[in-house]
């Protein structure tokens, strides 16, 4: 249940923190590696829960 946990706060800050990028630098600016260094995280982690940038950004505003 704790992995659960972890892994469930880090989906929500890696879709908190695209959803931040996207409004200060605009989708198109935005990479998955941007996202990842802002969360001091390896791109593959940002991955393990989104295939794809448009699948994050559907994710994202699912949410909203």
Do not use: P
Not at 7 to 15: A, G, I, W
Not at 31 to 51: G, M, P, Y
């Amino acid at each position: 249940m704790g992995k659960c946990t972890q892994s469930c706060s880090l989906r929500y800050q890696v879709m908190e923190t695209a959803r931040q990028l996207f409004h200060a630098q605009g989708y198109d600016h935005t990479t998955l590696e941007d996202i990842s260094k802002q969360l001091k995280i390896n791109v593959h982690e940002v991955l393990n829960f989104f295939r794809s940038k448009d699948d994050l950004l559907e994710a994202v505003w699912s949410e909203s």
